[in-house]
């Protein structure tokens, strides 16, 4: 469920320390049409039922006031301080504060947070984050006392993937799978219109699947996992591979990278790409080949309607689509004799994680959850 995705979205996002303008609320996925200057603000119905969400990663902690339709009002982005875990609960505290004060959301408004961590089943506890310094951190009970409100807090693929079921690419499936392809893999599972969580509450960790027996080493201790060969990481190491073995080849990449491999980063790689360099074009084709692979293997176990994929890596589109499709068709079992899932884009993008984990905040408020 966890992965710090790569900056890359398909709208605007707020500068760092900034609250979005919030004169009209506008649905997650809706990007291409900016507020016009001097529209008059949303009606006051519009403003009923608002919840605020927090998504928790590795590089940032956005947050963002939304109404019962998935509308965002406005919102606020911070970088995730360090590895402190006092100082990550500073910046939760802060940014739900001000979003208190500029969008006059009252005390009683419900608070969901969406953390990059595996959870306990109770979502109490953060008992591992792979890029923050979560172990064992008592999440839920620290921000509520500095809040002094209830909160909710769920695994951030989780947050994502509620948002899409609700608001984004899911909506009217039953059965959905969501991937996010940033740095790592983030993942979330709605089945008949609930987050599955597992037994002990860390299920649906898709990045971790072993899809190379003894291979490359993980940040979860473990070796050949999904995430390091379909993900940010793996496109950009795949590149850098790529101009050391020959570059000549990897010419236009390295002109990207000013010259210095070694700042070569994953936008630099989609822009090759969408010039229609050979080289970042094969650098796609390769993690959209291990994208396919592992999305076979959870159709294996789970049989889903459909896969939503988002995260900074799937602003490529079908570079990356296209392969993931043509690989899931050719190594399906049962191929030309059963329905095949969906592969879609998520409509949502950056945004979802906050807005995912303020409708479950809400829900659990209502006692839908």
Not at 32 to 59: F, H, N
Not at 238 to 254: C, F, K, Q, V, W
Request: proline residues 8%; contains cysteine; aromatic residues 4%.
């Amino acid at each position: 469920m966890t992965s710090t995705p790569t900056t890359g979205t398909s709208g605007t996002a707020a500068p760092a320390g900034t609250t979005a303008p919030s004169s009209t609320p506008r649905a997650p996925g809706a990007y291409a049409a900016p507020a016009e200057p001097g529209r008059p603000p949303a009606p006051a119905s519009s403003r009923r039922g608002l919840a605020i969400g927090v998504d928790v990663g590795g590089t940032k902690v956005a947050a963002g006031v939304v109404d019962e339709r998935g509308r965002i009002v406005g919102s606020v982005r911070r970088p995730t301080p360090g590895h402190e875990p006092a100082l990550v609960a500073d910046v939760i505290a802060e940014v739900v504060g001000e979003l208190r004060d500029r969008h006059a959301v009252g005390l009683e408004a419900p608070i969901g947070i969406g953390a990059a961590g595996w959870l306990d089943r109770d979502g109490a506890r953060v008992l591992f984050a792979p890029n923050l310094a979560w172990r064992d951190e008592p999440l839920r009970d620290v921000i509520s006392d500095r809040l002094g409100r209830p909160v909710v807090v769920d695994n951030d693929g989780n947050t994502m993937a509620w948002a899409e079921y609700r608001f984004g690419a899911g909506r009217g499936c039953a059965e959905l799978v969501c991937v996010t392809v940033g740095t790592g893999i983030g993942s979330g599972l709605v089945l008949d219109g609930k987050v599955r969580h597992g037994a002990f509450g860390v299920g649906a960790e898709y990045g971790h699947m072993q899809v190379v027996p003894a291979g490359l080493p993980c940040g979860c201790g473990s070796q050949g996992c999904w995430e390091q060969y379909a993900s940010g990481h793996a496109l950009v190491r795949n590149a850098r591979e790529l101009i050391g073995g020959s570059p000549a080849a990897g010419r236009r990449l390295l002109e990207l990278a000013g010259g210095d491999p070694d700042r070569l980063t994953g936008p630099d790689v989609t822009t090759a790409a969408r010039e229609g360099d050979p080289a970042a074009v094969k650098c796609f084709e390769e993690v959209g080949y291990w994208l396919g692979r592992g999305l076979v293997s959870l159709t294996a176990v789970l049989d889903p309607a459909r896969f939503v994929i988002g995260g900074g890596v799937c602003e490529a589109g079908e570079l990356l689509l296209g392969p993931a499709r043509a690989q899931f068709r050719a190594a399906l079992p049962g191929r030309g004799h059963r329905p095949e899932a969906e592969i879609v884009p998520a409509d949502l993008g950056p945004d979802a994680g906050f807005v995912g984990a303020a409708d479950l905040g809400r829900r659990v408020k209502l006692g839908r959850a």
